[in-house]
């Protein structure tokens, strides 16, 4: 079957970095997406990985290792509005996108 | 970033009446159409997939009949919820996508919909 892992909820302080991690299973892979998720809106797009190695974005990083199944989404200087949920999503052989319930990231000043 | 219009936000329904959705890409034409729903913290969940002038692809247990999906242009999806029930009630999505088949999805604003 297909599915994802993530933690289901982690706390961070303002400033500091958080490192939020996915492993996943799928049949077949047409690389990994990572959405940010406030509480009652929908997602937003924050990155796409397809191929290994480390994608840079502002704050913002996701890193993707296809043979172990694996990928993390980074944070850096953490700020409030960061509090939000944090979905990891594989795409499939079908081009489908499977969803995990996500990770909700807590900031405390 | 290509803009997807969602409306309406929020709607309180009576049990037996039926609501529609609609989805609009503002910016963009979009070939492919997704409906998801979602529970409080729980993942999203697609219900169907809608191409431009055809049938949408539902997912298995979601019943077509009570969900109906018209995708009538390359800008618009209506879905509607007939004969809502309380068990209905949950946040919808849209969301689209411009082209190819690895692209990233635009997502609307989400419907919130609560059956009384």
């Known amino acids: 079957g297909q599915n994802i892992d993530q933690p289901t909820e982690m706390t961070a302080t303002e400033g500091a970095i958080v490192q939020i991690n996915c492993t996943y299973q799928?049949?077949?892979?047409?690389?990994l997406f990572w959405y940010q998720q406030h509480a009652g809106e929908a997602p937003t797009f924050l990155s796409y990985n397809v191929l290994d190695g480390l994608e840079e974005k502002g704050r913002f990083s996701s890193f993707l290792s296809r043979s172990k199944g694996y990928s993390y989404l980074l944070l850096k200087e953490l700020q409030m509005k960061d509090s939000a949920s944090y979905l990891c999503?594989?795409?499939?052989?079908?081009?489908?996108?499977?969803w995990g319930a996500g990770t909700k990231l807590i900031i405390k000043p | 970033g290509a803009v997807v219009s969602q409306h309406p936000s929020r709607v309180i329904c009576k049990s037996g009446t039926s609501v529609k959705i609609e989805c609009r890409s503002l910016d963009f034409q979009a070939t492919t159409m997704f409906w998801y729903r979602q529970f409080p913290k729980q993942s999203l969940m697609l219900m169907a997939t809608?191409?431009?002038?055809?049938?949408?692809?539902?997912e298995q247990g979601v019943e077509k009949d009570k969900f109906l999906i018209n995708h009538a242009s390359l800008t618009l999806s209506t879905l509607t919820v007939t004969s809502a029930h309380p068990e209905d009630s949950s946040f919808y999505i849209c969301?689209?996508?411009?082209?190819?088949?690895?692209?990233?999805?635009?997502f609307g604003s989400g419907t919130q919909l609560s059956v009384l």
């Open positions: 809608s191409n431009e002038g055809s049938k949408a692809t539902y």
């Open positions: 969301s689209a996508r411009t082209g190819a088949a690895n692209e990233k999805l635009f």
């Open positions: 799928t049949s077949g892979f047409n690389g």
């Open positions: 999503a594989p795409m499939d052989s079908n081009y489908q996108l499977i």
